[in-house]
């Protein structure tokens, strides 16, 4: 009895130590409490609007044409009579739906490779991060432009596999330091000598170790893979019409801003906005994870 | 130092090979070739064409006459545009995005740095906020937003400038504000990022408590070491300014090298393709180099790296 209370008390500490206390100071800050809850309506309102809409993202009518906001169409049609609302709702789930899948695929390899290479001594090292700083140098943008091209460009499971095999480097890089920084700690050492193979100290005293810095770039991921996604889609390579994706309709606004600027206005709002929460909430997180150092970047 | 030079180039070679060798597999993979048309052509007249560009050849033996021509400095025919050399292609055109790419560059420095500074300087005021807001506000505005706002608002509407071309100096604005605005303000953040780091150390407490002058203590001692982020972060700027300007130069029609990128890679024009990657790839890897001398240079400390 009394030896399970000493273990809940225990939890309790060690989950107020690092995981609660970035909660709390998270909450606290202003701009992240605005940013999270702007996107999660962006989010919300992107899964579930199209439930209740009466319209379909492809329903075209062509009578109708390109109409301003009414009642009837809240953000106005483009000229095949579409419906502007829906058509960012549903281009809102490709967009963020990428964006999620696309850093997961980053965080995996990221995290694996960085903590394997920053475990490892030396040599190996050397090897697997000058490899990562080769491929860094180049330009991003090439990289996934012929990716894209390689690959059915018209499957956005590909578009997003492209994406998350670029975006890993940068986690790689973070996590290869931490891990480099953590190998020396005694507590290894200790965890080594008492028998624990390399696997079991990866799981159970690196990575959990690698949490906050872990969420913060995750955080900033998620936006630059919404942009990449978009700068590929409004160059015509990635997501392909019908479909829509917040690129493409910036694309078509663009191209008709002169005639019916609601086209662009609106989905560019709406874009700018997403990515204006999640680098609220990222910046956020880097203050609630690590509150003695000065951001910046 | 000229050991450090030399030791860096020998290192882009091998990256430069598996660049090359990579977008050639990848290129080599994707459906399609240069030459199936939508209108079908005579498939003798097709085998011809393909004989003429020795697309006939197998596989690794067009690798090895690739990688031969390489090393002469040849980059080969453009599949798509007939009669063009790779090579002349990008003579023509990349002065265009380089010129785009300085100003832009030029750009976001004057605006950026200034910024970053000033919010700095009033850490804590409201003055800060509103600046590293507007920051965050350029970030969130990504060139294919800020680009055709621009063009709607000072094109069409007050009909400053035109709206598409590269023709008159007047031209060149809304493209350049386009591509600088947005480094403009990360530039902004790493600025205010580092002169925040700097004015707390002990050199800064001294040189204020020998009675300097504020503007002294930051103008003379604080900023060179300020800005150390700032110079990092033009490497990866330079690659960012290099795909930013694909966009803004599809967007107002300029005739710089990005457009003929993309369509060079939709049209499996696959030596365009590879011309332009290792173009780039190499103007990068010069550009890292550089901005690690500058650095090196600035801050001695990391000199014996």
């Known amino acids: ?297 | 130092m000229l050991t450090f030079i030399a030791r860096r180039l020998l290192q882009a070679i091998p990256t430069l090979w598996v660049v090359a060798t990579a977008t050639f597999i990848l290129l080599r993979l994707a459906p399609g070739g240069p030459f199936d048309d939508e209108k079908p052509v005579a498939p003798e007249i097709k085998k011809q064409i393909e004989t003429h560009y020795g697309l006939n050849h197998s596989l690794h033996i067009q690798y090895f006459q690739f990688f031969g021509n390489l090393l002469k400095g040849d980059l080969g025919p453009s599949y798509k545009y007939s009669g063009w050399e790779v090579q002349e292609i990008i003579a023509q055109t990349f002065p265009v995005s380089l010129e785009l790419g300085i100003w832009a560059f030029l750009v976001s420095l004057i605006v950026g740095i200034p910024i970053g500074i000033i919010a700095a300087i009033r850490h804590n005021k409201p003055s800060e906020t509103i600046l590293m807001a507007t920051a965050m506000v350029g970030i969130c505005l990504p060139s294919f937003v800020i680009g055709p706002i621009l063009l709607l608002l000072f094109s069409l509407q007050l009909e400053w400038f035109n709206p598409i071309g590269w023709n008159y100096p007047g031209d060149r604005v809304l493209p350049i504000m386009t591509l600088g605005l947005l480094y403009a303000a990360y530039i902004a953040r790493l600025a205010r990022g580092g002169m925040l780091d700097v004015l707390k150390h002990d050199y800064v407490r001294t040189a204020r408590a020998k009675g300097l002058k504020e503007s002294l203590v930051v103008y003379r001692h604080a900023l060179r070491t300020a800005l150390y982020p700032v110079v990092a972060y033009t490497g990866p700027a330079a690659a960012g300014l290099i795909s930013g300007s694909f966009v803004v130069e599809t967007i107002f029609f300029i005739p710089g090298l990005g457009p003929f990128f993309v369509n060079a890679a939709l049209n499996r024009d696959y030596t365009m393709v590879m011309g332009t990657v290792l173009f780039y790839a190499i103007l990068i890897i010069l550009l890292n180099l550089m901005v690690d001398l500058i650095q090196m240079w600035m801050n001695p400390r990391t000199r014996h790296d």
């Not at chain 1, 225990?10 to 909450?27: F, P, Q």
């Not at chain 1, 109708?64 to 106005?76: E, I, M, R, V």
């Not at chain 1, 936006?223 to 889609?233: G, H």
């Not at chain 1, 008709?256 to 910046?283: E, H, Q």
């Open chain 1, 1 to 297: 009895m009394i030896k399970r209370r000493r273990e809940d008390i225990v939890a309790s500490v060690a989950a107020r130590s690092l995981k609660r206390d970035a909660w709390e100071r998270l909450t606290h800050n202003r701009m992240a409490r605005i940013g999270g809850s702007l996107f999660i309506c962006i989010t919300l309102l992107c899964l579930i609007g199209p439930f209740l809409s009466s319209y379909t993202f492809d329903q075209q009518n062509l009578a109708y044409g390109a109409q301003g906001p009414s009642l009837k169409h809240w953000l106005g049609t483009d000229d095949l009579g579409r419906d502007l609302f829906i058509r960012i709702l549903i281009g809102g789930r490709i967009s963020i739906g990428v964006g999620f899948a696309a850093t997961i695929v980053a965080l995996l390899i990221g995290v694996t490779y960085g903590s394997l290479a920053g475990y490892k001594d030396g040599r190996t090292e050397a090897i697997m991060m000058r490899f990562v700083d080769a491929v860094y140098a180049l330009p991003f943008t090439m990289i996934v432009i012929v990716l894209t091209v390689t690959f059915d460009k018209k499957s956005i499971f590909l578009i997003f596999m492209a994406i998350g095999l670029v975006e890993w480097l940068t986690m790689a890089r973070i996590v290869c330091g931490q891990t480099r920084a953590l190998r020396k700690n005694t507590y290894i050492e200790a965890s080594l000598t008492a028998g624990a193979s390399h696997l079991r100290i990866l799981a159970k005293h690196i990575l959990p170790n690698l949490l906050g810095p872990v969420i913060i770039y995750t955080t900033l991921t998620i936006p630059a893979v919404i942009l990449l996604e978009s700068v590929l889609s409004f160059l015509g390579l990635g997501v392909q019409p019908p479909m829509s994706s917040w690129g493409i309709l910036i694309n078509e606004g663009a191209q008709k801003i002169d005639i019916y600027p609601w086209l662009l206005i609106f989905p560019a709002m709406i874009f700018s906005l997403t990515l204006f929460s999640l680098n609220f909430i990222g910046d956020g997180l880097r203050d609630a994870f690590d509150p003695k150092e000065n951001h910046s970047a």
